[in-house]
Structure formats: C-alpha cells, structure tokens
C-alpha cells in the first residue's frame, strides 16, 4: 500500500475535460424493477427525476444493441436466436427506464421486459452473476456522511433491507467465513474497512498512505448488482477536495466536495434501533394519477379528513414548494415544514421546534405500469428526543400505527368515491364556460406566484411553451420556468380583452401588466392557447414578445395594446381577474388561505374588484332591446344601445368597427340575403359587463323565402348600457341551400 502512486503524479487533462460537468449517472440491469426502484429511493433515499416506460423500435434497438448484431451476424448467428433483447417492434421485449437521483451522481435502473408484462419478476434479459472481479461488472458507490461509524451503518442497512424482504442485501464482512450462519456472528468491527489503525489493529503503517482515512464495504443490491457505500473522511478527504479544486480549475466548474458531518450519529443510530417510532404503509389506489395526487394536496389543509384526532390545523407560511403547519394532536403542538415535490409525487414533513421529537414523515404517490393505478405509501419516521419523548413514545404508538394505515386508506376512498362518482355522471355534459373559468383559476395562481398550484392544472405528460422560451414536457420543468420568471418580477396582471372557447381549445386575447423589479410597470399584448383534455391543460402555449420586461430601453408603444380600438382609443379594461378574486367562490377562497395577487400588494397596490361595474337587470334589458330593434329594422335604435367603438364579429369572419359599420352590414344582408325574423333564448349567463346568450335565430331567405334556423352563441361585452363589443358563434349548415346553394359573404359577415 505504500508504493501506491501520488496524486500529484498524474496529470490533468487539459484537452477535452473542459467539455466535462463531472459524472452524470451510472447504469445498471435489473430483474425487477418495483424492488429496485423500492430500495433506491425509499431505503437509501433517492429521487425520481425521469421515468419512461415501453422504449421500443428500430432507433431503440440500433442505439443499444447494433454493435452486438453486426458480431452476431459475422458469427453466422440468426438475429431471433442471439442472445439481445429484441426492442424492434411491441411483440417482442421493451425497455423501462428510471433515473434516480443522489445529489452529486444519477442512478439509470434499466429493466428489458417482455412486451405488455409490467414489471414481472423475471427480466427478459439474462442477468449475469456479478461481482467486482468479474470482467466489465461495475459497481455503484455511495458516500456515506462523515461522522457516523461505517460498521453500524452496515448493520443497520443490511436490517432495513431484510424487514423489507430484499433478502438479497447482503454485506461482506472483512474476515473469511465459512457459512451464512458464521458470518452473522462476527463482531460489528468486521463489517467494514478502515484504511487506519484502529484499537489493537497495527498490522499496517497508514500514516504516509494516500488512502488513509478511507473505509468502504461492499453489498448486494436488491438484483444482485454490486454496491459499494464509502466514507472518505482525513488524509484521503484532503486529496479529493484538493482534485475537485484542480478540476474546476482546469475544466471552468463549480463543484462541491461533499463535506456534511453528523454530530452525533453513533447516539442517534442507537436510539433510532431501539425508540424510534417507525410506520409504513402503503395501498394500489384504482383512479387516475391526478385525481389521487389531487387528494393526497387536499389533505394538508383538511387533514382532519383522515386524522380525527388533527385539531385547529394553521398554515403559518407558505413558500414556493411548501408550508409551515401547525396542529394540536396527539396531546401536543405539531409544527411541520411540508415540502411537497411534484415531480416524484412526494410530500415529506419534517418536524419544527418538536420538544420530544425529531424525524419526518414522507407521504408519496408513485404511479404503476398500470394505468390509473397508484401506489399511495405513509412512512413516519420519528426519534424522541428525550427521556419524556420516549415515554411519550410508549403511549402513541398504537395511535401513530393506525394513524399510518387511516392516511393511505382514506386518500384511497375519497379518490376511488370520486371516480365512481364521475362515472355515474355520464350523462352530465360540460357546460359553456368551464373551460374559460379553468383559464381564469389559472391565471390566479400565477398572479399569486403559487407556482405549486400552477401545474396542478395541468395533465402528467404536457406541453407547455413561452414565447420563444425552452419548451417543457413535464410538470416540474413547468414550476421550474415559473419560479424562474417570478423571480424576476415583483407582480403579473392579466387584462383579458377576450377569451373563446372552441371545443377543447381556450383562446385567450389580453394585455399583460408587468411590475419590474425597478418599480415600473409595463402592458404587453399576448395571446395564449390552452388545449383542455377533462379537467386539466395538456396544452398551453404563450404567444408574446416578453423582453420589453427586462430590457426598459425596448419601447413599447400604447398603441400595441389589444385593447386598442378605432382611431386609437383604448377600451375601458373589464377587470376579469379583479372581479375573480372578489367574486369566485374559489377566488374569496384563496385570499382567505393566504393567496393573495401580488398586484395587490406590490407597485400601485390595486385594490381587488376596484373598478368593477357589477352585472345589473339594466344590462341584460339593453341587450333584449337591441334584438328587437334588430328585428324591427330599427336602425336608429340598434345604434343608440351601441358604443361609438363598436366591436363586431362572426366567428373568424371580417371584423367590423363602428355603429354606423355594424347597421350598414345588417341593412345590406337583409337587403340581398335573409332577414332576421325571430329568436329563442335558451340560456343566459350574465357576469359583471358580459352576458352570453344561447339561441335558436329565425332567418327568411330572400331568394327562396324559406325560413331556417341557426344555432347561435353571442357574447355580449358592455360599458354601461351599451355594448362594446359583439361577437357572434354560429353553424352555418342550415344556410347551405340559400341562393345558388352558397352562403353570401353578407350572411357571414352579419349572422
């Protein structure tokens, strides 16, 4: 061990290494992927930050096996008879693959399967017998924290592992042993090596060894892969801080030597064996993963649904993954930071100022290979702190066991209820607006910054896209984007100007008021296009020059505001989200939850619902009036319930800006093309200066004299008791044998 070569020895490349961010991830082949997945995360602690299920087809297999069949095809070796996963079509095998996350180093699970069997316990790839000797076998090493005795560590993972039944976790012992049942029996010193002397142990001289102060054992991973956990603690901690210096200096990074002490590890583990409070449960739930996730959210605020015993439940601050709760339970105030982690499906709650206790608790919802089938796990974790913690222990721990079990069973019924409920509503159809008021709730999470209740809108697998701006394919790259964005920002305000439904798809037409950090403010137009699939967006899509936000010196004319209309004049803005927060049920919600716009609270500090002009009877008998001067052929009338700035328009058909405009198209397309003779009212919705109608209209063909009916929605937008804006939805069919068997562009233009 003496003889072994310095560091300073080798030299540090200086070519390609600057290309380099250090190691990504290391890859291994398992034989079940459930179990895996099990003990990466749940036993030593990683995070799922990529899965992807069913890889299949010819770019599959070329990237990762065409080396292997050129050798086969050389050798005279039919395809269907190699040894090779066959990935080409879904008849065969396919591939699943996570990515966990250790902090400093990703781990890929890779798992061959064959085609439409979900995890079966049986890779369809020949797993090997590996060991460190064996030729091309690699091993994972994990650091494990400085300050906790490495022999005790062993034996406590070894025992975790087997409560779970991974009976395959296995360390190897540092003396020679002839049977399982020796090797249990061996003294706690065994379980790893120290590369010191330790106690009567003076067989080598480590003082000049470049190794010293390193120790490591090795173990079987639930598969049988090779797993090494480590701790790099005197001599050999200075030589890899001082190699990661150098490589940062070399290659232009900015990594971190891992350097994280526990204090008093050795006490610790020893109370955890023998006080700790340790429950797990977990159940399948059959509903979709929204849904479920939806629940498991739902819980932190009404936590008394699955906890009877949870009194006076306060959120005492809020963050942009989180919260601080506090409740009375168990015969004590329990205060908890409650981290919630979208992406992993994971809310962990840690314990805050607890006089008897430390730990946490991890709630988590992993999704199966099946579809809309989740695992719904509780693990409580808890340490006393003391002599009065243990005796507390004693007395709730029955109470902490059924307290487990009533958390995943209880978010099982509520959300397995839900979807039987949904499905007994088959016949219940969505109602215009459903969409739109999706958009508005939206809208009122980003003005709030809650970048956390932002992506609950949105569908596991969207698409989500801002201006020019990197699109994101999942969730958290959406929170990310957010937070991000909201940093640079003090306040956002949506003016709507106006919002569609077609279908599944919102398109929304606004300005867009933006507080900069320097105090000022700035209007940009945007338009965004949401796609809905049931309750959430599997789209959104953000169309908008946004720079002007961080670089003032861009200029940005009033004039570029959607709310511009003839002759330059600006409509007065309909306050939608004001109005929102003041008068959706959901919205009043919020504010009292601690939700409140930012536009409340920085720059002008507009007041909520501050120039709202609420809906009135007046209104609605202005717009009644304005179809029977219509039919009427009353153009004077029709003019005096219209704005001078008139907004009109059918569907995609020609604007039309202006009283005298509107009348003249009316006169023209009673003139040469139908008449409009009656109407009948189906549905009204009236919010604070816009009423939508549904109809049946009744038109006379001049050319025919047949009478049709067209099915129409019209929104109306007031100012006052007149109407600013006219905008007209209409199915045209029943038009088709009119003149010549064609619609006039008059029929379009006024229908």
């Not at 507390?392 to 995943?408: G, N, S, T, Y």
């Not at 967006?537 to 003032?552: A, G, Q, Y």
């Not at 600006?570 to 919205?587: C, D, N, S, V, W």
């Amino acid at each position: 061990m003496t003889s072994a070569i310095k560091p300073e020895n080798y030299a540090l490349p200086e070519r390609l290494g600057q290309y380099l961010q250090g190691v990504q991830h290391f890859g291994i082949t398992v034989k079940d992927m459930a179990k895996s997945v099990e003990f990466y995360t749940q036993v030593l602690g990683g995070q799922i930050v990529v899965s992807e299920s069913e890889l299949v087809g010819d770019t599959v297999q070329n990237t990762l096996f065409q080396k292997e069949e050129l050798d086969a095809i050389a050798q005279g070796i039919a395809l269907e008879q190699a040894d090779i996963p066959k990935l080409r079509s879904t008849k065969d095998d396919a591939l699943d693959v996570k990515f966990i996350s250790f902090g400093n180093v990703v781990v890929e699970l890779i798992y061959f399967r064959k085609a439409g069997q979900f995890n079966p316990h049986q890779s369809s790839a020949e797993i090997l017998p590996s060991h460190i000797g064996r030729v091309n076998a690699m091993h994972l090493s994990f650091n494990v924290k400085e300050g906790l005795d490495l022999n005790r560590f062993a034996q406590m993972l070894e025992a975790e592992c087997h409560r779970r039944g991974m009976d395959e976790v296995v360390f190897n012992r540092t003396v020679r042993v002839n049977s399982l049942a020796e090797r249990k029996t061996l003294a706690l010193k065994h379980n790893s090596l120290k590369f010191w002397n330790e106690g009567e142990d003076n067989t080598v001289d480590w003082s000049n060894d470049p190794m010293e102060g390193w120790s490591l054992f090795y173990c079987k991973g639930p598969n049988g892969e090779q797993l090494e956990f480590n701790q790099v603690t005197r001599k050999v901690k200075q030589q890899f801080r001082q190699g990661v210096q150098k490589y940062n200096q070399t290659n232009g990074t900015a990594f971190i030597f891992p350097d994280f002490a526990l204090a008093n590890a050795d006490q610790k583990l020893s109370t955890r064996t023998s006080d700790r409070l340790y429950f797990t449960f977990s159940s399948p739930v059959y509903a979709p993963i929204d849904k479920v996730w939806n629940i498991v959210i739902d819980k932190i605020a009404n936590t008394s649904h699955c906890n009877p015993e949870a009194n006076n439940p306060q959120i005492l601050e809020r963050y942009s993954d989180g919260m601080i709760r506090q409740m009375d339970v168990l015969g004590m105030t329990v205060k908890e930071r409650i981290v919630i982690e979208g992406a992993t499906g994971t809310i962990t709650h840690h314990l805050l100022d607890n006089p008897y206790f430390t730990g946490k608790i991890v709630n988590q919802v992993t999704t199966t290979e099946e579809q809309n089938i989740q695992n719904v796990s509780y693990t409580l974790n808890w340490q006393p702190a003391n002599a009065v913690g243990k005796e507390m222990a004693e007395k709730i721990h029955d109470r902490l066991h059924q307290a487990v079990r009533m958390a995943v069973l209880s978010a099982k019924q509520a959300a397995e209820q839900l979807i039987t409920t949904e499905q007994n509503m088959t016949t219940l159809e969505k109602l215009p607006g459903q969409n739109a008021d999706l958009v508005k709730r939206l809208f009122s999470r980003g003005e709030a910054f809650d970048s956390a209740g932002f992506i609950t809108f949105f569908t596991d697998n969207p698409v989500y896209q801002f201006g020019n701006f990197d699109v994101c394919l999942d969730k958290q790259s959406i929170k990310q984007s957010a937070d991000n964005f909201f940093s640079q920002i003090n306040a956002v305000y949506h003016e709507i100007k106006m919002m569609q439904e077609v279908g599944d798809v919102v398109f929304v037409e606004m300005d867009v008021t933006y507080w900069r950090k320097d105090g000022s403010m700035i209007s940009l137009p945007c338009c965004d296009i949401f796609r809905v699939e049931g309750d959430k967006f599997s789209e959104l899509r953000i169309f908008m020059d946004v720079n002007p936000v961080f670089d003032s010196s861009i200029p940005v004319p009033t004039s570029a505001s959607v709310l511009t209309a003839t002759a330059g004049t600006r409509l007065i803005p309909p306050g939608t989200m004001k109005q929102h927060f003041a008068q959706h049920p959901e919205g009043q919600q919020r504010l009292k939850d601690g939700f409140t716009p930012k536009w409340s609270t920085a720059g002008p500090r507009w007041a909520i619902a501050e120039q709202d002009t609420p809906g009135s009877p007046e209104q609605l008998d202005a717009v009644g009036n304005l179809a029977q001067a219509v039919i009427a052929q009353d153009w004077d009338t029709v003019k005096s319930y219209l704005t001078d700035d008139i907004y009109y328009k059918v569907g995609s058909g020609v604007p039309l800006y202006g009283k005298q405009a509107v009348v003249d198209s009316f006169i023209q397309t009673f003139k040469t093309t139908a008449v409009f003779t009656e109407r009948m009212v189906r549905k009204i919705w009236q919010e604070p200066d816009i009423i939508t109608l549904e109809m049946d209209a009744y038109y006379q063909m001049v050319a025919s004299g047949k009478t049709v009916t067209i099915a129409c929605c019209d929104i109306y937008r007031l100012r006052g008791n007149k109407v600013s804006e006219w905008r007209v939805y209409a199915d045209m069919s029943p038009c088709n044998e009119s003149a010549n068997g064609v619609v006039s562009k008059q029929m379009v233009n006024m229908l």
